[in-house]
């Protein structure tokens, strides 16, 4: 199992532009979320999706799109870049958040973003 | 409001002593899951332990122990006999439906 990937690592925008972030599981789970992570901050969630074709937005949603057309990807667009969205994004996912189970989640690698 | 405290921006423990990491949380729900995930300066969240709100006793995991005190919304993260290698950011998460997170208390294990 390759667990939780991202693509790209680092990415470098200029203000304005639009970019997908890739995330793709392949432990065929229900659970997937973005957050980003700024300094002092923690993590923030941005968007979350109980399964395919369900999402629903987190605590900082606005200037991010997101579409769970199957169980393996969630990708996260960024509509048009701002100086804002330099962060550090972690998709993470994991097998359900019903009551009463551990189902811990699992993160991928992380992508550093700038917006210049 | 803020659903998961964590007042300690920073902490110090010296090598083999233990170290309690606060975390408070907020929640009308019932049903819940709290969850500790460490991560070292490479950047990777690695996760440590969960407590489930209906759960008679406190979680261990190894050197890591939860201690749940339900009616105070507590739930502190005890590393007993501290490593240089547990030096990192923690994090303490609560999971009610979505998974929201505090903002981490750095732990530096001094030799």
């Known amino acids: 199992n390759a667990g939780v990937t991202q693509t790209p690592k680092f990415q470098v925008l200029k203000t304005g532009q639009s970019m997908t972030l890739q995330c793709a599981q392949d432990?065929?789970?229900?659970?997937m979320s973005w957050y980003r992570q700024d300094p002092g901050m923690g993590l923030r969630l941005i968007h979350y999706?109980?399964?395919?074709?369900?999402?629903d937005q987190g605590e900082v949603p606005n200037g991010y799109n997101v579409s769970r057309s199957t169980t393996e990807d969630f990708p996260l667009r960024l509509l048009s870049a701002a100086p804002s969205q330099t962060s550090v994004y972690f998709c993470?996912?994991?097998?359900?958040?019903?009551?009463?189970?551990?189902?811990?989640?699992?993160f991928g690698p992380g992508t550093r973003l700038t917006v210049t | 409001a803020q659903k998961i405290t964590q007042t300690q921006p920073g902490m110090f423990v010296q090598e083999k002593e233990a170290v309690t990491l606060d975390c408070t949380y907020d929640?009308?729900?019932?049903?819940?899951?709290l969850f500790w995930y460490k991560q070292p300066s490479s950047g990777e969240m690695i996760f440590l332990i969960y407590?489930?709100?209906?759960?008679?006793q406190n979680a261990t995991e190894g050197r890591y122990s939860l201690n749940f005190q339900k009616a105070r919304k507590s739930a502190n993260l005890v590393i007993s006999a501290s490593q240089l290698g547990d030096s990192a950011m923690y994090f303490c998460?609560?999971?009610?439906?979505?998974?929201?997170f505090g903002t981490g208390t750095k732990l530096q294990v001094i030799p």
């Open positions: 929640t009308s729900d019932p049903s819940y899951g």
């Open positions: 407590q489930g709100s209906y759960d008679q």
């Open positions: 993470a996912s994991s097998y359900s958040t019903a009551a009463g189970g551990r189902y811990e989640q699992y």
């Open positions: 998460a609560m999971r009610e439906g979505q998974v929201t």
């Open positions: 432990m065929n789970h229900e659970y």
């Open positions: 999706s109980v399964g395919a074709g369900i999402t």
